[in-house]
């Protein structure tokens, strides 16, 4: 089988041209606008048979669906990507959709899986002499360590891959690296850390003009401002976040958004308006989608009863939160939240009391 190194220019010119207006709307959140131009160039490409530019097409599409929350269909372009590149023998093309495959099942909790479909696309892309995919899946293998609470392993992976983006001149390589480090650096209780690595990540991805990176840097910086005590700071950076997710009519962004600024309420004592928020981030997901998220929000909710002084609710939420962190692996978390449970089990109702309002 021949294996393709590189994309060839394809000689359909009508179908590029739908290609070219839908990459310019991916890259400025445009994404209704994007699936419609990478529906039609799919229109001409399918009757084509199996190529490398349908294979690229498949998954680009499917990209779209999955920065919008729409994961099973996000999934099944993504194998359809697979099985076309492979037919192919486009083994670059291969690597990104195993890439992106293992991305989904990461998502939903299955690091098992996820960490074996890295494994096939970071062998497939040394292969080809594919650096900047290289440095993407090493990044990936990052995120999974980092799930499971293995932090240098994190680290190094994230260092690796921010160093071979940076030797490539792939700013968007160099942004997500930034992106994650800075997660970590959260995880870790390194505000200052973290805060300097989402600086440099949001200045990468503005200088792209990449909305999408930004909103999520911005989602990820306000987690750390809110654990550092910066609330307004951190207010600011989820307002921007949830136009662009609108904008995007990104849901599970959305929902992010709204679990930032339900903590942000629970902190002030409102527990109504946390509670709002909650409501309309769980409306937004689907556990199936991201189990992190879904386990994220069970957790917020059951620091909110803990305010209330509802502590049945509130140990039966962390139960279900301690379940969801369990099935990623989450392992650290879930020792966090089995200390947590214990405490409010012990609990007078008398002695929880609300968290002091902030300052306006």
Known sequence: MTIRQRRPEHANAEANRFIDRARTAELTGASSEALGWYERALSWLTAQGPSVTLADVLRWKGTVHRDCGHTADADRLYEQSADVAAEAGYAIGEAHALNCRAGMAQIRGHLDEAERLYTRAVELAIRAGEARLTAMVQRNLGIVASIRGDFGAAIARFNDSLRRAEGIHDEDGQCRAYNNLGLVHTQRGKYADADQSYGRAMALARAR?????????????????????????????????????????????????????????????????????????????????????????????????????????????????????????????????????????????????ATPPLPS
Not at 241 to 264: G, I, M
Not at 317 to 334: D, I
């Open 209 to 353: 003009g990449d909305q999408v990176a930004e909103c999520a840097c911005r989602i990820n910086r306000a987690e750390a401002l809110i654990a550092a005590g910066h609330y307004d700071e951190a207010r600011v950076d989820l307002r921007e976040a949830l136009v662009v997710a609108d904008r995007r009519a990104d849901r599970l962004r959305r929902a992010e958004a709204l679990k930032c600024l339900a903590t942000l309420a629970r902190l002030r004592g409102d527990s109504a308006e946390a509670n709002a928020h909650l409501d309309e981030a769980f409306d937004l997901t689907d556990a199936t989608e991201d189990a992190v998220l879904a386990a994220q929000l069970r957790r917020e909710r059951a620091e909110v009863y803990q305010v209330d002084n509802r502590l049945d609710d509130a140990v039966l939420m962390f139960a279900q939160a301690r379940e969801r962190f369990a099935s990623v692996g989450a392992v650290p978390t879930v020792a966090e939240i089995d200390a947590r449970m214990r405490a409010v089990s012990a609990m007078p109702v008398s002695a929880v009391t």
